[in-house]
Structures are given as structure tokens and as C-alpha cells.
């Protein structure tokens, strides 16, 4: 992290400050859902789980958005509903909204 | 219609082989036990032999590990330093708030290090949560040479994303480690037992196996701002 003061460093929120981060968010279509726990395993954040066959994302949830959830569903029941974001001193700028690929 | 005008006609209507594996190239963080065949990795090197760099100086090195005891070596020494770090900057176990002077000093010295994101992935790699390599039976790193002319770090980017999408479009997972940076970082271990020494420094490593199940698949990612001249305009595209 480049060009920050003395006293600009001195108020970098902490590492478990949760306004540094807004966590991402994915939707699971439970009807169309198998319970397969694929997606449970191979979540890199552990922030899946699977309750009576019920998957869900822990509270408060680690979700990074990298949509591996998403891609092995092999029911497609997953949907990325709101993106990780960056946020305070570590804001990305200029982030618009969650778009699949466009022709 | 000549040939290019065919072309254009196409790639209205569908993406390239080339496009398909890059949007689908998904990190792939699970992987079967089984190895992969030497020469398709052979041929994921050949990919990073011929990617381009600054005045074509190839300032990397890479080192291809199919040893489980090297792999689970730089993995335990990892994961001894990941402890090391969170037991001197951890204050969020109970009894423990005395260390909070501690890590706000050291976020100020290394802020991007300390972000909740690597912090976080340090103290799941220290517990154990989360596998540094993700089980994947071949590794290669990538080191640059610190001689390299212009932006070394650089070359060695576009020298892995060769061969990441090399890999991908063989039906092969993937996964970006630079973690195990901190394996020849702050120890000397392994790069004695791998013979690093000068003019090499680590840069990263590329997990890659078999994967578990068929994770390759087309997401949504967010947009992003995009400056665009043109016509004496400038406007702001998505």
C-alpha cells in the first residue's frame, strides 16, 4: 500500500475490523439443490455449511466471491447475489455490478 | 465474405476456444491424488517458455515439484511460520489482548500483508483449515531473476498465466499459491535443499492437478470503470 502518512497508517482498522471488507453473498436455489456438498468442500473459505442437508453460509460469513461454489454446482443452484468488496482504506474504485460474460 | 469478414461474423455469435478457457478458468482449490502426466506438464512449461517479457530477457526460473515430500515440506514450514506469525499478532483469543499494540504496530509497517484477507488466510493455513497446495501432486515455482531488465515480476506474471491456461484447456485445475513465499522468505531451508540462491527469488507457485468434480464453469464477476478515448471524447465504459 503505497503514499499513506504517518497518521494515515496510524488509523489502518485492524485485521478483524469488519468495515474493511464487505463480504459476498450467494443465493442457493433449494429446490434445485442436491445436497451433493460439493460445494461445502471445496468452499476455500469455509463459510459453507450443511445442516440436515440444508446448505447455508455461516454467520458472519468469509465469503470472498470467488464463485467455485457457483461454477461445480453440477445443478446450477447457486447464484452470486452480491460481490466482495474492498472497503475503507482498501476501497477498489471503480467496481459496477455483477455482469457474466458479454459477447 | 473474405476470410475476416467470416471471422468478425463469428465472434458475434460465439466466444473463441481461447476465450472459453479463460472465462472458465475457475481456482481450483481440491484435487485427485492422482499425477499428472509428465509430458503434459512438459508442455504447460512450453507454454511459459514462450511467453513474452521484457526485451525477451525470460528472467525466470522454475522449478517443477512432483515429490509429495518436498510439496508437504514447503507445506509444514509454511504453516510453522503462518503460527509463528499468529501467535506474536493474534489478540483475538480471550486472554490474549495484549497483543494488540503488537499488531497494530506491524499493520502499520505491513499494511498489505495484514489486510483481513491474507490475515486470515494465515491463521486458517496456522490451524490447519486450509491446505497450502491444495492436495495437487505437481507444483511449479516460479522465480524470478532479480537481474531482470525492466519489470521481472511482470514477465513472471504473463510466464504463469501461459501456463495456467495451458493447463485449464487440457482439463486440468489450477491454483496461484504465493504463499509459500513465506517458506523461502524467512527461512533457508528449502532454498538450500532446492538450491535457490542468487540471482533467484520466489514469486509465486501454480498448484496443479486433476480436479475434484468439474469446477471449470462461466461465473459473473463485477465490472469494472474503464477510461475510453476516442474522437476527442473521453467516456467511461463498463
Redesign the interface.
Known amino acids: 500500500m503505497a503514499n499513506l502518512t504517518f497518521s494515515e497508517k496510524r488509523r489502518i482498522p485492524l485485521y478483524d475490523d469488519p468495515s474493511q471488507v464487505e463480504c459476498g453473498v450467494v443465493e442457493f436455489d433449494h429446490k434445485k439443490c442436491s445436497s451433493c456438498g460439493m460445494c461445502v468442500k471445496i468452499c476455500p473459505a469455509s463459510t459453507l455449511e450443511m445442516i440436515d442437508k440444508i446448505v447455508r453460509m455461516k454467520q458472519p460469513s468469509e465469503c470472498m466471491m470467488c464463485s467455485d461454489c457457483v461454477a461445480i454446482c453440477p445443478e446450477d443452484a447457486i447464484v452470486a447475489i452480491r460481490n466482495y468488496r474492498y472497503t475503507g482504506c482498501y476501497k477498489t474504485i471503480g467496481l459496477g455490478e455483477l455482469q457474466a460474460p458479454r459477447l | 465474405m473474405n476470410n475476416r469478414e467470416q471471422v468478425i461474423e463469428q465472434l ?4 473463441t476456444p481461447t476465450e472459453e478457457v479463460i ?2 478458468r ?5 484435487y485427485k491424488k492422482e499425477q499428472v502426466p509428465e509430458f503434459m506438464i512438459k508442455r504447460i512449461l512450453e507454454a511459459g517458455r514462450f511467453a513474452p517479457s521484457a526485451g525477451n530477457g525470460q528472467p525466470w526460473k522454475f522449478v517443477v515439484l512432483r515429490e509429495p515430500e518436498i510439496i508437504q515440506g514447503v507445506t509444514e514450514t509454511t504453516i510453522k511460520i503462518c503460527k509463528l506469525f499468529k501467535s506474536l499478532i493474534d489478540y ?1 483469543i480471550p486472554g490474549k489482548r495484549w497483543r494488540l499494540p503488537i ?2 504496530f506491524n ?2 509497517l505491513k ?2 500483508d ?4 491474507p ?2 488466510a494465515v491463521s ?1 493455513i496456522a490451524d490447519g ?2 491446505g497450502l497446495f491444495h492436495g495437487a501432486p505437481t507444483v511449479i515455482m516460479i522465480f524470478k531473476d532479480v537481474r531482470g531488465i525492466s519489470n521481472p515480476d511482470l514477465d513472471c506474471g504473463i510466464a504463469g498465466q501461459n501456463m495456467a491456461l495451458t493447463a485449464h484447456s487440457m482439463g486440468l485445475g489450477t491454483c496461484w499459491v504465493s504463499f509459500a513465499k513465506l517458506a523461502f522468505q524467512y527461512t533457508g531451508k528449502w532454498k538450500k535443499r532446492l538450491g535457490i540462491k542468487y540471482p533467484y527469488k520466489f514469486i509465486t507457485s501454480l498448484a496443479i492437478g486433476w480436479p ?14 474503464v477510461d475510453w478515448y476516442e474522437n476527442g471524447i473521453k467516456k467511461v465504459v ?1
Open positions: 458475434k455469435i460465439g466466444w472465462l472458465k475457475r481456482s481450483v482449490r481440491m483475538r499488531a497494530k499493520i502499520m499494511p498489505a495484514l489486510h483481513p484477507v490475515f486470515g486458517l483449515k486450509l475434484v468434480g468439474e469446477p471449470d464453469g462461466i461465473v459473473t464477476r463485477p465490472t469494472h470503470e463498463h
